[in-house]
């Protein structure tokens, strides 16, 4: 069916955008660097590859505990470079600027730009800014794309990920959505619930220092849950999860539940999901773990070979329920 | 002085956006690809030289003769990647998108994106959506970010332009400026003038395989003026232009006289300033030419080492006037 309008849910990182993605741009812009749809896509150029990334960061508020909206412009951005082995070699930011937007916070949001891309080794290159009138845009826009060199014989790509494989997540779920949601609606939720915005090329490299790694995925919007659906669909397994064993801090789980969210399906900006061979389940752990970024690193599920692949849930008491990508818009604008 | 706040001046691409650029950006940022400010960063990486660029185009209406927002956003940034002497290898597409928008019209956006990618002959390889609600942004916003691979021993930079070289202009200046204007205000202006918008890599390439240029700019936002002003700054150069040189259609000269818009400060989507040593001239004047987006490429004027550098035109009549930066917003959400 062709798109009639767009609707805030084509933003929402799950269902909906792959049918914006589908119906709209795999159709205009067709390649075959597109098609995977991965984080990054990769590219030669003068006999090196490359990895190539671009996200567009619109959250509201644009500043809120444990980050901002520049910090989350300079770690997704390099983390979608990193989870395809590349390291990050430049970044540009582009900005589209409210007319009466305060110089102050301008100044504040760059600055935590450069901090963030100095924490990830990489330096802001290039820019833009454009300006449009009161009441054509909501503060603050910010562009950042990405490009980093994949060294020679790293090839991570979802397709690579085989039956009995394991799934790793970095460390505990939600704690970004939550952080942007509380700070949005002044919900006064306890517990210090921060954003988990963090550059992980430095943990990533660590990571992949041992052999074995088939896959990483940046866990953003849509959640755990979505990033399942998308490995699944490219390799053509099912991604069974265990419940008990997904890590979900206190605070989080209970805002969550107060909120009536599934942190399976909420937004993190410092978090991946590993996919590996089983025997290099433990040194992969282990190098995540030895990271700050990484300490909560934890085995939440594996990959297997079934007649209908899908995403399933092992629940708590034995059930088992399928998840399905995220539909329509849990949390609009949340990065 | 620190900035207040942000005005609509901010993003004319003339002195006020240099001061935002240097109060905030160089500031926050510093860094040596960054520094020379020029369309492109150079960036090496495994061996190889890049160019990497971004621009971000909130343009309105986002359909006007000649081009719309999609041509518009890819032509750009093909563009600045052709002036540092780089082949366009990869293009991202970011998109932020209000509720609401439709899809018929973001289908024809993003194919006419496709034709202007084919006609440069890149791909676009990456992309992200962002959706906001009604009223917090105005229909949709484009940024493209783009790398090229600069070949072995092209170095073309302004701090490279010397006294005596000519400068050369690649055709009718203000057509898009004016396009824009016409269709946004519904002026109703005769003559048919057209957006200029339009890939010149292939143009470059050509031009290119003459010896002896120097330098090239794409002449955008705030125009030939302010364009000449940033050269002159690099270079410690005077420019001095022939007012009786300057190739304008006369419809759009017409337009601008009504309009009290000065070409010269007008912006461009297909045309180049070029910078070349003065042996060299009628060759490149050959290479542009015979191309079609080169047709009216003209020599309009020259470089000279001065004790107080200046852009100064030499009026019709034999005068001289100073040009200074585009000052303000003359044209505002031109590209």
Redesign the interface.
């Known amino acids: 069916m062709?798109?009639?309008?767009?609707?805030?849910?084509?933003?929402s990182g799950g269902r909906l955008?792959r049918d914006?993605?589908e119906?709209?741009?795999l159709?205009?812009?067709s390649?075959p660097?597109?098609k995977p749809l991965e984080d990054?896509?990769e590219?030669k150029?003068?006999?090196?590859t490359?990895a190539?990334?671009?996200?567009?960061?619109?959250v509201t508020p644009v500043e809120f505990p444990g980050a901002d909206i520049g910090r989350v412009a300079v770690c997704g951005t390099v983390n979608d470079l990193a989870v395809k082995g590349a390291r990050p070699?430049?970044l540009?930011?582009?900005?589209?600027?409210?007319?009466?937007?305060?110089?102050?916070l301008?100044?504040r949001i760059?600055?935590s730009?450069?901090r963030a891309?100095d924490e990830a080794g990489v330096?802001?290159?290039?820019?833009?800014?454009?300006?449009?009138?009161r009441?054509?845009?909501?503060g603050i826009?910010i562009?950042t794309?990405g490009?980093g060199?994949i060294p020679k014989g790293r090839c991570l790509t979802s397709s690579a990920v085989k039956p009995g494989d394991v799934i790793i997540v970095s460390g505990n779920l939600a704690d970004h959505g939550v952080a942007v949601m509380n700070a949005r609606d002044r919900l006064g939720l306890q517990g210090g619930i921060k954003s988990d915005a963090a550059p992980l090329n430095g943990m990533i490299e660590g990571l992949l220092r041992a052999p074995g790694v088939r896959a990483m995925r940046d866990i953003t919007r849509g959640g755990l849950a979505t990033v399942l659906n998308e490995v699944s669909g490219a390799c053509g397994l099912t991604a069974e999860l265990e419940e008990n064993s997904v890590p979900v801090s206190p605070a989080s789980r209970n805002a969550c539940a107060l909120l009536g969210l599934d942190p399976l399906y909420v937004a993190n900006e410092g978090k991946i999901a590993v996919f590996c061979a089983p025997s290099a389940a433990p040194r992969a752990l282990q190098a995540l773990r030895a990271h700050r970024y990484g300490r909560n690193a934890v085995v939440v599920g594996r990959m297997l070979k079934e007649k209908k692949p899908q995403v399933r849930l092992v629940t708590a008491i034995g059930g088992a329920r399928v998840l399905l990508m995220l539909e329509g818009e849990q949390l609009?604008?949340i990065c």
């Open positions: 062709a798109l009639a309008k767009v609707v805030l849910g084509h933003g955008s914006l993605v119906q709209v741009f159709k205009s812009f390649n660097s597109l990054s896509a590219v150029v003068g006999g090196v490359l190539f990334t671009t996200d567009s960061y619109v070699a430049a540009s930011a582009g900005f589209i600027l409210e007319e009466g937007f305060p110089g102050d301008l100044l760059t600055r730009m450069r891309a330096s802001i290159v290039t820019g833009d800014t454009k300006v449009v009138e009441g054509k845009a909501d826009f562009n794309a490009v060199l609009p604008r």
